[in-house]
């Protein structure tokens, strides 16, 4: 019996939101994604970058923070709880994601200042569903956006 068609190593759709194509194991499109996100990270100059601990919102995190020469932290679910870790208090940071199909951005954030940190702004690769709730009083920013 010969193997489906449908089995091979390639996944049959990429990791992320629906209409991003931005794969993990393609390092070069992470790099430029996260050269974007960087460039609008820097109008906030924030001392840290907050990410989710999926494995695609990481590595651009960690481009991110790289071309800002900042710290990087993950935020991580932890008995239904959201964790940042080792985020010093009073830290200025971007929450930088992929997107936000399931509208957690702003649980994301509340985790980030009940951690004593400031989210400066949400840095998305994709803007966030019409009708996503939006963090209060934080911008939510992505490269196509006009500015």
């Known amino acids: 019996m010969s193997p489906s068609p449908s089995t091979g190593s390639k996944p049959s759709s990429p990791p992320g939101p629906p209409g991003t194509a931005l794969r993990e194991d393609d390092p070069a499109a ?3 994604a996260g050269a974007a996100l960087a460039e ?3 109008r906030y100059t924030p001392a840290a970058v907050v990410s989710p601990d999926a494995t695609t919102d990481v590595l ?3 481009v991110v923070a790289r071309t800002l020469g900042v710290r990087r932290h993950v935020v991580v679910a932890d008995l239904g ?3 940042v870790e080792d985020l010093t208090p009073g830290t200025r940071a ?3 994601t992929l ?3 399931d509208g957690e951005l702003p649980r994301l954030v509340r985790a980030v200042t009940s951690h004593g ?3 400066a702004a949400v ?4 803007p966030p569903p019409a009708d996503a709730a939006r963090p209060e009083d934080v911008d939510v920013v992505h490269p196509g956006e006009r500015s």
């Open 117 to 119: 940190g400031e989210v």
């Open 81 to 83: 709880r959201l964790i």
């Open 123 to 126: 840095c998305s690769l994709t």
């Open 40 to 42: 609008l990270a820097a």
């Open 99 to 101: 997107g936000d199909p």
């Open 30 to 32: 992470v790099e430029r």
């Open 60 to 62: 651009l995190a960690h």
């Open 94 to 96: 971007v929450l930088v």
